[in-house]
């Protein structure tokens, strides 16, 4: 069964770090992009970050560039999303999503995962 399965969400202070990962099972994601959602209550779903399959770059949205890190572990099928200095505004439920595309261009993801709540709160 082909599935992404995200997890390290969690309750955080501000400030603080969480690492997001995105497993997958039932495919490779080698020649895939990954990137990072997230969708807060009540707005529309941003895109976070993508790595690349072919070259590893990497892409992150300007509210998180500098926080945030993507990385993959091709060998463990894994990506993953360290998120550091945290700020309220971060919260949101965190999806990733997989799919034959560059991250710096309009594409659409094969696969999705169900999404791991992020709380960022004092």
Known sequence: QVQLVESGGGLVQPG????LSCAASGFTLDYYAIGWFRQAPGKEREGVSC??????????????KGRFTISRDNAKNTVYLQMNSLKP????????????????????????GQGTQVTVSS
Request: glycine share 10%.
């Open 16 to 19: 603080g770090s969480l690492r």
């Open 51 to 64: 790595i690349n399959s072919s070259d590893g770059s990497t892409y992150y949205a300007d509210s998180v």
């Open 89 to 112: 505004e971060d919260t949101a439920v965190y999806y990733c999503a997989a799919g034959i595309l560059d991250c710096s261009a309009p594409g659409d993801y094969d696969y999705w």
